[in-house]
């Protein structure tokens, strides 16, 4: 070691202890996660009855329903959760959305975008919407193509978002889902009115959703909610 | 025609620099509003509201009018020019008289006025060379000999001296509002709302731009808003604005008896659909005047071949609305098909109309 020879070893020299945090931000702090593993919140009942319990960003899910035995609840139902912590979600197709319900199940409008009538352009505007949001539900006005629910599917992996396809059993969706929701029985339950409606729900996915599991669960309740039965 | 009553206050008529006439006339609106909640402000210096609810409430058309005085005297310190006519054209011409047309002589007040009241002197001179003095001559002549000689504005202005108009073009000011609601602090300066979107985060931002997206291609008014505000069915109570529009004041926090329960249906179709209702006998369900059903309905047909078998149905809940005004007598009924599905129907007019779908 000479004069002019400085050791800078002590520049580089830290400590391998952690550094102490207080508690408190401990407790905010949140693991790094990558946003393909991400996934959104789903409320009640959802949230014990879908594998991982939550939407997982990137994937599609498929609600398939017969006409009016509550596929749009249902649809919406899964987008609540998440609208109320702050993300936005889209509604592509569906025509005269009811504004009351939707509030009822718990979705905040002021972070939903409604394009009720895309006319040809319902995959476009889908497409549009998915750099902007967070969730996108659309409601094709008939059997997609292959090719243009390919191309949104793909775009749906790349934006790292969810894509809530809404159809009928009359008018799949062409591809394979990555979670998909089969409503197979609506039973409405009446007193001196309309009280609530047990919808059957086949609940099956890919990969770790593979199993899929039947379900009973209440859409709407009394008070317009999603609620396990 | 709406039987009107007109307020015309000459020192609120000229915009001053600094904004205290559009201050004073704001004042002057809330004023009046508590009056009458369906008073208008129709331009600078000019209210309007309509004479017939208040004058059942405050005990006659005399009675409407000196509140209204005295309100304005209060307020703005002057006295105003009242009148009463059906339609604001003759409505304004009796406040810049001062009088009150009586019930049904409206048309003859309106044919006795001197030509110049339309606001045309072009026309005017004319129609003085031809020998036509006053509204009614000029209303006398043929439409077709009208649009013959004159342009678009005559026929227009013809069509408003015949009656079958209730107003002039230019009388209203259309920007009025719009600059009210923002003196109100209601707006934001910019046209495109921030109210919608609340605090504004990144997220925000790429919704507004991906919205842009959408409405550059299907349209200005592809992307819609909703907001929930007050009324008795879910069709009343759901507001769905194009995005972008300025926020809407309404709130959904005052009670409103006779409200529907949730569930409501989660289709609302924003244009009903007459559909009709038949009882075992295949005869149509009417709803009586007390609000009963001639018959339980057991099926519903949407048109002559759509026909749906009618399990179970509630209803009907009447509600009569707005009686003092334009009355609105409806009811609601729930119904659940054979399908499973259930429905929301509305009575109204003596028909059956569909609007809601229980998806």
Redesign the interface.
């Known amino acids: 070691m000479t004069a002019s020879g400085y050791s800078y070893e002590h520049m580089f020299a830290f400590s391998t202890k952690r550094p102490t945090l207080p508690d408190d931000l401990v407790a905010t702090l949140r693991p790094v996660a990558l946003a393909t593993s991400r996934r959104l919140p789903l409320g009640e009942p959802w949230r014990t009855l879908v594998p991982g319990g939550g939407l997982r960003r990137g994937s599609t899910v498929v609600v398939q329903a017969p006409?009016?035995?509550?596929?749009?609840?249902l649809a919406?139902s899964l987008v609540s959760e998440a609208s109320t912590r702050?993300?936005?979600a889209?509604v592509v197709g569906?025509?005269?959305?009811?504004?009351?319900?939707?509030?009822?199940l718990g979705v905040d409008?002021?972070?939903?975008?409604?394009?009720?009538?895309?006319?040809g352009?319902w995959a476009?505007?889908a497409a549009?919407?998915?750099?902007?949001?967070?969730l996108v539900v659309v409601r094709p006005p008939s059997r997609a193509a292959y090719g243009a629910a390919r191309k949104l599917m793909d775009r749906v992996r790349e934006r790292s978002i969810v894509l809530i396809v809404l159809c009928e059993p009359s008018a799949p969706w062409p591809l394979p889902a990555d979670l998909s929701f089969d409503v197979t029985r609506?039973?409405?339950i009446?007193s001196?009115?309309?009280d609530?409606?047990y919808l059957t729900v086949r609940v099956a996915g890919r990969g770790e959703a593979a199993r899929s599991a039947e379900h009973v669960v209440v859409l709407?309740?009394?008070?317009?909610r999603a609620a396990t039965s | 025609m709406d039987r009107l009553l007109v307020i015309w206050i000459a020192s609120l008529a000229q915009e001053s620099p600094d904004g205290s006439t559009l201050r004073d006339y704001l004042a002057l609106l809330d004023a009046l509003s508590v009056l009458c909640p369906f008073t208008e402000p129709v331009r600078l210096g000019l209210f309007v509201l309509p004479v017939r609810g208040p004058s059942r409430f405050f005990g006659g058309e005399e009675a409407v009018l000196e509140a209204v005085r005295q309100t304005v005297r209060d307020v703005v310190g002057e006295e105003p020019l009242l009148g009463v006519a059906d339609g604001l054209f003759c409505s304004e011409l009796a406040a810049r008289a001062g009088v009150v047309v009586g019930v049904g002589l409206t048309e003859r007040f309106r044919r006795a006025q001197p030509l110049d009241v339309l606001g045309r002197k072009d026309l005017a001179t004319t129609c003085r060379r031809l020998g036509l003095h006053t509204v009614g001559a000029f209303a006398d002549l043929e439409p077709a000999r009208v649009a013959e000689r004159f342009n678009t504005h005559a026929t227009q202005l013809h069509r408003v001296a015949r009656g079958e108009l209730s107003e002039l073009a230019g009388q209203r000011d259309a920007r009025l509002a719009a600059r009210l609601r923002q003196l109100r602090g209601a707006d934001d300066v910019h046209d495109e709302q921030i109210g919608f979107f609340g605090q504004r985060g990144a997220g925000d931002d790429r919704a507004q731009a991906a919205a842009h997206r959408v409405r550059r291609r299907l349209g200005l008014d592809a992307v819609v808003v909703a907001a929930l505000c007050g009324g008795r069915g879910p069709q009343d109570r759901a507001t769905l604005v194009p995005w972008g529009s300025p926020e809407s004041v309404a709130r959904d926090d005052a009670p409103w008896p006779g409200q529907l329960h949730a569930p409501s249906p989660a289709t609302t179709l924003v244009h009903p659909v007459a559909i009709e209702l038949r009882d075992a006998a295949d005869q149509p369900v009417r709803m009586g005047s007390r609000g009963f059903l001639s018959a339980a309905p057991t099926t519903l047909l949407l048109s002559r071949y759509a026909r749906r078998d009618v399990v179970w149905h509630a209803g009907p809940w009447p509600s009569v609305e707005r009686w003092w005004a334009v009355q609105r007598r409806r009811a609601h009924l729930q119904l659940v098909l054979a399908t499973g599905e259930a429905v929301l129907l509305v009575a109204e007019s003596s028909r059956w109309w569909l609007v809601g779908i229980y998806d």
């Open positions: 006409p009016g035995s509550g596929g749009l609840s919406l702050g993300h936005w889209a569906v025509d005269d959305p009811g504004v009351v319900a939707i509030a009822d409008l002021r972070r939903v975008l409604f394009v009720p009538r895309p006319r352009a476009e505007s549009d919407l998915l750099d902007g949001v967070d609506s039973q409405w009446t001196s009115r309309l609530a409606r709407p309740n009394r008070r317009g």
